[in-house]
């Protein structure tokens, strides 16, 4: 059982919203500075038609006989109507005395300099922008101060500025929108090399403990290079284990000879029944042990070789007819006859042509083993689709059903083993080795004919 993964945030997520939020930090923060900017832009043109006018009006002040005479130019108050439906207002005075216009105008900006003085003030309730300048003039030798002030309400103003609101509105959110893609886009492939170094891991069979060899990024060097660290210390320990059973097997195999044939010995010299049937007991479990000790040797070896898979071009055929060949002796004993069938191509494979043999070796030696004395084992090779296919046919009793799933594991026998001597490793080492070179290993039962049929195939080269 695979342990649960504690899980604490997403790093995808994590620069997502830190995107996101310096995305829509810059696009209020252009909302406002543009904002500004036009809001200082309109002002000031206003200032200057407002100025302009007041200019206007000082111009048309003249001494006409001795006597101050301003005639309000039209343009200096239609130059302004230009602009919006604004009202206009203005005031006039003489040495600080009421000449004409609207009394009650907000008074002006103190005079600081010479040039026209800039005002916002309230007026009838409305928001107005006063701009006053005054001109000295000579009368009768007497100096004369014309003072003029013209106002503007600034509804055209605020118009104008909710328009230029909005249109930055719009870029602001287009910005932050584009911001946003290129956020995601920019998460997702900063992530993308961890999701191919956990799919390329993932992907890799149960004992593929190679270094991860594709170039990674920088900053994954070290999680790499701990990860090969960690699987080259597994590899280490697991080809230490595996020399290990091989050296322990042979070690067990070599005096389990010695005492079977003491023990078959024995058994001629005794005639009592039950010492006879004890000594026959004590055979059965000697050679459970040697055909444990054997399977186990191959197994290791086949893990190992698999690790290392050295490939070769192999004949199917001819690797099918030695296995026959290497077992007949043994069918023999049954009464079993090998049935051997092979196509006349040549079917070539890529692979190990021990490993193949030992797969075959104990396919046949199921069969033999499971079936009744007198009867056929039928080998036959064929070319199946881009595969080749060795199938072994019984005529037994077939795989038990109950068991039909889990056979290949390690150590599993069926149900229907009563008096046959194994050790349930010989379905793992040909699974195994399918495996390893690609192939498949299908278990089936013929049911009109009766009998086990177990096929390996491996892909043509
Ligand atoms: N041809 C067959 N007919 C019926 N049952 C079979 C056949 N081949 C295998 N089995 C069943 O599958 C089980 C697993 O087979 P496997 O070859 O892995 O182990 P084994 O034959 O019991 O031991 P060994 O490791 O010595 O081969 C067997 O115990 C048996 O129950
Ligand atoms: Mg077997």
Redesign the pocket.
Known sequence: MSHPILLRGSIQRRLIVQLLSGAALLAGLMFFVVQNYARDLAGQSQDEILAASVTAILDSASVRDGDLTVDIPYFSFSMLGNISEDRVFYAITRNGSFLTGYPDLPKPAAATSTGPRFRTATYDGESIRLVTATRRMSVGNQPDFIEVTVAQTRYGLRRQLAGISRTVAGFGLGFFALAAVFGIFAAQSAIQPLRQLAGSVSRRGLSDLRPVSAPVPAEMESLVGALNGFMSRLKTSLSRSEDLIAEAAHRVRTPLTTVRTQAEITLRRVDKPENRQAVREMIRAIDESS??AG?LLDHAMVSFRSDHLETEEVELGRLTRDAVARLVPMADLRDIDMDLTIPEEALQVRGDPILMQSALL??M???I???PPDSRVHVALRRVGTSAEVS?R?E?????KA?MGR??RRF??????DT???????????HEVARAHGGQLF?TNHSEEG??C?SLSFPLS
């Open positions: 055909r444990a399977q104990n396919l030696d199921n069969a083993k499971y079936s072994v019984d037994g009793a077939g795989f038990p068991d056979l290949t599993v026998r069926g149900g229907n083993t046959v001597v194994g050790s349930g490793l010989g379905l793992t080492i040909a278990l009998g086990a177990a």
